[in-house]
């Protein structure tokens, strides 16, 4: 039987959104979890893209 605490949240993948907009190879992406119940909209999070050398805005991708 699972915990409760566990039911509510899920693993979601953000990638950067401007690797996938320019020509550069390659995209950032990271996971993390987040919980369905209080944010059901789609997450952005500031986080390093390795590819461009700086932080930028990460999405939640499907």
Request: no cysteine; charged share 45%; glycine share 8%.
């Given at each position: 039987m699972a915990k409760k605490k566990a039911?509510?949240?899920?693993t979601i993948f953000v990638e950067c959104t401007t690797c996938r907009e320019s020509g550069i190879p390659g995209v950032s992406r990271y996971a993390t979890q987040k919980n369905k119940k209080n944010t059901s909209a789609r997450l952005e999070l500031k986080k390093f893209c390795r590819f461009?050398?700086?932080?930028?805005?990460?999405?939640?991708t499907k």
């Open positions: 039911l509510g949240r899920t461009e050398r700086k932080v930028s805005v990460h999405k939640e």
